[in-house]
């Protein structure tokens, strides 16, 4: 059984370009997290999805970010026109939700966003 | 604000030493409360988690020690080693099955 996968592991952009990171949560999960890690800071919640639906987005910014996570596909988080503060490690985190196992939240290995 | 707030942010035991750290929160409603454990460059990953219903979890070396009417829980790590040496999170889940993280605590053990 596949962990959690992330891609791209490491991505470079310049200011004012497009992220796009990609999530798959692991088989079975249908409960998608997205958090963003500084150098020497904790987790910040981003973002909480199920399929086809955003359950809690209040710790994404108003603008420039988005996410979604489509029936079928991977979980996408987009940042538009991206300024040097974007830089991070954007971590991704499944779970099978409450209806099933502990409700431990998978990680995945993070990407890595440098904006130049 | 800070749904859980964890302490100390860095943490350097010796070798064999007992490692703690300790986290709060405030909301009542959390049901869940793992620990996760960081690599550099690595994803977090689940340590040990404990429900509030129990006031201790041991798993090897590394227990939950916690307290509901304080609203307290604590990781201890007995006879640290250095490769234990990684940032540790707590973390609590929420109604709605959102989770909440500490900010975290870079654990070093010495050799």
């Known amino acids: 059984n596949a962990g959690v996968m992330q891609n791209p592991r490491h991505l470079v952009r310049r200011r004012g370009q497009e992220a796009r990171l990609r999530c798959s949560p692991m088989k079975g999960h249908s409960h998608v997290y997205w958090y963003r890690q500084l150098p020497e800071e904790g987790l910040k919640f981003m973002v909480y999805l199920q399929k086809e639906n955003i359950i809690d987005e209040s710790g994404m910014p108003k603008e420039r970010f988005s996410a979604e996570f489509p029936k079928e596909g991977p979980s996408i988080l987009r940042i538009q026109q991206v300024v040097r503060g974007d830089s991070a490690a954007y971590f991704c985190a499944s779970s099978p939700g409450l209806a099933g196992g502990t409700g431990e939240l998978f990680f995945g290995e993070g990407s890595r966003l440098t904006v130049l | ?111």
């Open chain 2, 1 to 111: 604000q800070q749904q859980v707030k964890q302490s100390p942010q860095s943490l350097i035991v010796q070798k064999g030493g007992i490692s703690i750290i300790n986290c709060a929160y405030e909301n009542t409603a959390f049901d869940y409360f793992p620990w996760y454990q960081q690599f550099p460059g690595k994803g977090p990953a689940l340590l040990i988690a404990i429900r509030p219903d129990v006031s201790e979890k041991k798993e090897g070396r590394f227990t939950i020690s916690f307290n509901k009417s304080a609203k307290q829980f604590s990781l201890h790590i007995m006879d640290s080693q250095p490769g234990d040496s990684a940032t540790y999170f707590c973390a609590a889940r929420g109604t709605g099955n959102q989770f909440y993280f500490g900010t975290g605590t870079s654990l070093t053990v010495i050799p």
